[in-house]
């Protein structure tokens, strides 16, 4: 073959190798973007009958392997989006916290949701913890807690045929260790957990149930918030 006619396909090699290392850069470039709009992107429809299927759905609930949240786990979760079994909702007003409640704490669960952290919970009966990420955008998944949580503000979690309403009386920091924390309790309170600034440390905040009601008797403003879309977006 002639030196003229490799120098054509030498300049499209070329070029196509510019084109993939330009992609690669962009991409490093904006990783946390590209993390965060996946994160928003997850708005799953949550019904009573989804919620009666997911519950009978397996999950894992070993702490051991949550892992902190890196691009390649929230695309396998977005990609893997119908193997996280929602199983209700969490609003707190105050904090601009609405996300699904899914069952376990799955890394691909955590990526996009609330994670129910024993096998045995249930909504208004004894300790019902919830686990989220604290990412670095302060308005997805549970980073709002750490921001504007504070003691006294209401939580409604539901699972569309009832809403169990709940009042912060503890927000504290506590060692990533004290998993007796999730151990089951005989008043019905609500613990919520996610990282503290470094990561090393936990968030947790607890509070009573004070009110137990049917969905469709709970006030309009909570009902519209409840069936509106999640903070993430």
């Keep these: 073959m002639s030196k003229n006619n490799r120098n054509p396909v030498s300049r499209w090699l070329i070029r196509a190798g510019f084109l993939v290392l330009l992609l690669i850069s962009l991409g490093l470039i904006f990783n946390q973007q590209i993390k965060n709009w996946l994160v928003s992107s997850y708005q ?16 894992s609930f ?17 990609l893997n989006a119908s193997q996280i079994h929602v199983i209700g909702s969490i609003l707190v007003p105050k904090a601009n916290v609405h996300l699904p409640i899914a069952k376990g704490v799955a890394n691909t669960t955590l ?43 209401r939580v409604y ?6 809403v169990y ?3 912060l009386y503890q927000r504290t920091f506590i060692a990533a260790t004290r998993v007796d924390v999730v151990n089951q309790t005989k008043a ?9 600034a470094t990561g090393a440390g936990r968030l947790m905040l607890r509070g009573r149930l004070v009110e137990q009601q049917p969905f469709k008797k709970v006030a309009q403003s909570i009902q519209k918030q409840l069936a509106g879309g999640f903070n993430n977006r």
């Design 111 to 153: 990526a996009l949701a609330a994670g129910t952290m024993r096998p045995d919970q249930k909504m208004g009966k004894g300790n019902y913890p919830l686990a989220g990420h604290h990412m670095t955008r302060k308005d997805i998944l549970f980073s709002p807690l750490y921001f504007k949580s504070k003691v006294g503000d």
């Design 188 to 196: 019905p309170i609500i613990t919520l957990i996610t990282c503290d």
């Design 44 to 59: 799953p429809k949550i019904t009573a009958a989804s919620v009666a299927k997911n519950n009978q759905k397996k999950a």
């Design 62 to 78: 070993d702490f051991k392997q949550v892992k902190s949240l890196d691009f390649q786990t929230v695309a396998q979760a977005r």
């Design 165 to 167: 309403t709940y009042r």
């Design 157 to 162: 979690v539901t699972d569309m045929k009832s």
